[in-house]
């Protein structure tokens, strides 16, 4: 089991989330929490859900209107999905670089050019000094 499973009948979730079952209905209807269902219809609550109408408590105590945590709640799944997505890339880039050593090292040139370096080597600059003189006037 994880936080995911639907555990709880709604007079459960209800009380764990400490609002009324009528509450968890409307929520439902708005598609503010999505409980899972049996294969009579009746609503099963996990500890996800019943942590997101907890959350949604918050928010409403707050002054949250209901558009406004609707929105909250679809920006928090967003962040989450995309922190999945990035923990996902940089496996994927930890991975490619195992399988390459030194072959994903770069740096910037002078005129803003992308110059590929090996491994352990550095950028050579250039260390020449240019003197400024105005022009003299006649």
């Known amino acids: ?13 209800a009380e764990l989330a400490g609002m009324h079952p009528q509450t968890l209905r409307q929520y ?5 929490v ?13 500890m996800h859900d019943v942590n997101r109408l907890r959350e949604i408590a918050q ?20 962040v989450q999905s995309l922190r999945a997505r990035v923990r996902e ?10 399988n390459r050593p ?8 002078s005129a803003g050019e992308v110059i590929t370096l090996k491994a352990g080597t550095r950028v050579r600059r250039e260390n020449a000094v240019v003197v400024w003189r105005p022009l003299e006037r006649d």
Do not use: N
Request: cysteine-free.
């Open 34 to 46: 999505s409980p899972g269902r049996t294969a009579g219809k009746s609503r099963r609550y996990s």
């Open 59 to 78: 928010l409403s105590s707050e002054g949250v209107s209901l558009e406004g945590i609707r929105r909250v709640l679809g920006l928090e799944d967003e």
């Open 28 to 32: 439902d209807r708005l598609g503010l």
């Open 89 to 98: 890339l940089e496996s994927a880039l930890a991975d490619e670089m195992l």
């Open 102 to 109: 030194g072959r994903r090292v770069f740096a910037a040139g």
């Open 1 to 13: 089991m994880d936080a995911t499973s639907p555990l709880f009948v709604i007079s459960v979730a």
